[in-house]
């Protein structure tokens, strides 16, 4: 990423009960997502960066755009920067019919092109069948679905989503996130998103900022930050790495598929994947173990050989995080520490790891 | 039996629906950026002018009629102004009924509106920022319509409550047949002239419309599913 590109953010903002002081270069394409516990001022980060929040003192920069430089006296008012923000509530005009909410940007915004963009988002959030109900009338899933469609129907250069998914229940996330997913695939599109589910972080990130008490804790490309054991991204149950992979063979008798990715091969449930399909898997930490010889008598049926490259602490002081290197991947297992005493295993030592269980994210 | 409404009665009538008509149509022009400026503000005024747009509410008609008549007679601040611009003095006329009505009704219009802005909260305000829209244009499209019920409740009671007033009128309009002279006063100077039959016809159309006049108030709340005022 080169410094004119993406977005670029210098932000102090005081608060009664915290403090925003963030310096980030995030890049121009793909998801960040803003992780962090709440009250780390990950929405007061978004709200700065749209202009709905102003800060003491900040840079907000996207590629050529100055939105805000106090150094030279800049600021532009948010309804003159190209930008869609999803709010965590949708948020329709619930006087207006769905397809009056989804013109009522792209009017404003005047740029060519913008029927087929419409259309385009139409088709790309599956509300085609929506249009001339009352926006009132939506179930939380759809009304989001809208939201996210009107903003994108504007063709801005940046997205905003503020944990777009936190107001709905478990069934209607899972309804959404293969939305966002096509979004990022198929948009050219940055997207700055937050929130604080690790499913959301695995599923959609490319980029990953950690935000602690309005700082920033680690900023970088998630499948490496997911993949460290000195501080990792994501602490206690959930850490783990994602691998991208590709389906290279169907067992039709056991109903599995077989991924391969850069470093070793892994069966996986079959989900009706077609051969050839690119997935994004996820290993939790917890579900590797580490064994000096491969074993066979055992249920595990993933079995990856590896090298430790890496031992730190864990949350609790009886286990710790070992970092396998696996061919061009990284695993993250955790084991307690007296079993890495047992197997006198340490770093550079070639082990295998075996996988409990692999989740297909996409 | 002689027709129950004289011609002086439908003069009255006719005068008093004028009245709130205009009353209500001013304070809609008026109220509507007060009470925006006071659901948004976040200035230290808002406490103190919030009062002072209440003040109305509390204080007997007739102590506002009284300042009121003071204020447009001829040695008065205002009576002076209007007399410099040659619009002679407004007590006694139509116009100083209006701007005594219109001062009188102020809380009635601006509370349910203040209300619907406040109720709406922030979000649908920033959302239309984040799509384009200046200041003015979110007002317009997106903050008084969905404030709408707020409006609708504050014309009807600034209506209603203009057709009610008696205090204000008496004193600063002096109850002149054809020209200041309401329901509500004319129902006075039946009753004071012992012609109950004219008054009960009157006194009764007041409290028919009164009550037409809640019932559509409760339909509308009905319908927008809020608590306005």
Redesign the interface.
Known sequence: MSTTDGLRLRLTLARKDFELNVDLALPSTGITVLFGPSGSGKTTLLRCVAGLERPAKGLVRLGSELWQDDTRGVYVPIWQRDLGFVFQEASLFEHLKVQDNLVYGLKRSKKPGAQQALARAIELLGIGHLLHRDSAHLSGGEKQRVAIARALATQPRLLLLDEPLAALDFARRHDILPWLERMRDELSMPMLYITHSTDEVARLADHLVVLDKGCVKVSGVAQDLLARVEGPAIVGEDAGVVLRGTVVQRDAVWHLAQIEFPGGFLWVRDAGMAIGKPVRLRVLARDISITVHETRDTSIQNHIQGQIEAIADDAHPSQALVRIRCGESILLGRVTKRAIDALNVGIGDAIWAQVKSVAVIE | MNFPLNRDAWEAIVLTLQLAASATAVLLVLATPLAWWLSQTRSGWRVPIGALVTLPLVLPPSVLGFYLLVAMGPHGPLGQVTQALGWGVLSFTFTGLLIGSVIFSLPFAVQPMQNAFESMGA??M??????????A??FF??AL??A?PGLVTAAILTFAHTVGEFGVVLMIGGNIPGKTRVVSTQIYGHVEAMEYAQAHWLAGGMVAFSFAVLLALSMVRKRARQVLL
């Open positions: 979000r649908p920033e959302v239309a920022f984040s799509l384009r829209a200046s200041p244009d979110a499209s997106v319509p969905l709408r």
